[in-house]
């Protein structure tokens, strides 16, 4: 299955005025065509929808300045290499792609083409007409991992995942040291499921990890499988990337839900303006960027209390969910006390910390 949907939607507006004799009439300024590659569908839930929700946003608050297209459900690699080439034949001025495996592409199309501008999401590569953002994820996951460790009552935790990438391994280690900072006994079990979006092997894994003790999942996937699995065994669940509440409303505790919307609008309003430049974004809870969506009724006030007391933490700069000492799971240490964790560091993170169970795979 491989849908593709484009020019789906244009900004709304536009008046039909007929000059009256003796004015001349200005000329219609031609709106900004821009963009969007998704690697899964848009759905209701999940990274693709938040991001169309975003660019829906963006729409809105610059109506008659720009008319956007998507494409989703684009497979990382030859195939999103054409996908970009095609927008940008079309006249698309500035192009959002957003998932890690569109680097290359999007940095190979980016050279092609050095009038448009390109942003790339989660990735690093930046050229004089491509842009990268992402969100500190890593933020949210901790805050995740408060909840997980105090509403626990096995002990264990249940970690769906798609891809060994540092950005994945580091939501898996931050929400690991958020639980065991408030519950030192915690454990974390993964399962991979080689895909960003797959709902049956989502699904699949999420049992496995019931079936192996845990009472509380969450996921670095795109849909709400893991929720819907959580629900149907009565345990808890956290959702990623978006609220999903209303596919587990008793099991979803939380959500770490990213905000894209406020950036698209500055960057394609940049672009408007001649001021665009490429950039390395990487913002947080400070900066809008990552939210925790409203809590179940379960959580009892003295749990959310601690966590909004760490997540006010975060942002006044008083706590880094990676701060020494920092051990691997192999004892190993990896952050001396009192020292944080550079970006530089974080962006290359490559090992389970202490609190994870099992071996991280190759291919990250």
Same mark, same amino acid.
């Given at each position: ?24 009439? @200005? ?114 996951? &901790? ?103 209303? &596919? ?6 939380? @959500? ?6 406020? &950036? ?101």
């Amino acid at each position: 299955m491989n849908r593709r949907t484009t020019l789906l939607a244009a900004v709304a507006g536009v008046a039909l005025v007929l000059p009256s004799a003796g004015f001349a009439q @200005a000329p219609a300024q031609t709106p900004l065509k821009i963009g969007f590659v998704y690697v899964s569908p848009v759905g209701d839930a999940g990274w693709t929808s938040q991001h169309d929700m975003a660019r829906k946003q963006m729409e809105h608050n610059l109506a008659g300045k720009v008319v956007t297209q998507f494409v989703e459900n684009v497979p990382e690699g030859p195939d999103a290499e054409r996908v970009i080439r095609e927008l940008a034949q079309k006249g698309d001025g500035l192009i959002f792609t957003t998932s890690f495996g569109y680097m290359n592409p999007t940095l190979k199309v980016a050279q092609q083409f050095p009038n448009v501008k390109f942003e790339h999401a989660t990735g690093y590569k930046t050229a004089a007409n491509l842009g990268t953002y992402n969100a500190r994820f890593y933020e949210g996951r &901790y805050l995740a991992g408060i909840v997980a460790g105090r509403m626990t009552k096995t002990n264990v935790a249940g970690y769906v995942a798609a891809f060994p990438i540092p950005e994945v391994v580091m939501g898996i280690n931050a929400f690991t040291r958020g639980m065991r900072s408030v519950n030192p006994g915690a454990i974390v079990k993964v399962v991979w499921t080689s895909s960003w979006y797959d709902p049956g092997k989502e699904r699949q894994a999420s049992e496995t990890l019931v079936s192996q003790g845990a009472d509380v999942l969450t996921h670095h996937t795109d849909s709400t499988a893991t929720m819907q699995a959580a629900e149907a065994k009565h345990v808890y669940a956290i959702a990623y990337h978006s609220d999903m509440s209303k &596919y587990g409303p008793h099991a979803q505790l939380t @959500a770490v839900t990213h905000v894209w919307d406020a &950036y698209y609008t500055r960057v394609a309003q940049s672009v408007l303006d001649g001021t665009w430049k490429p950039d390395h974004v990487w913002g947080g809870i400070k900066d809008g960027m990552i939210r925790m969506a409203p809590f179940n009724d379960a959580v009892p006030q003295d749990v959310r209390a601690q966590m909004l007391k760490a997540q006010a933490d975060i942002v006044s700069g008083k706590l880094h969910p990676f701060t020494g000492p920092m051990k691997d799971n192999e004892g190993k240490l990896r952050l001396a006390g009192g020292t944080t964790m550079t970006d530089d560091a974080l962006n290359k993170m490559d090992y389970y910390v202490e609190g994870v169970q099992g071996k991280l795979p190759s291919g990250g």
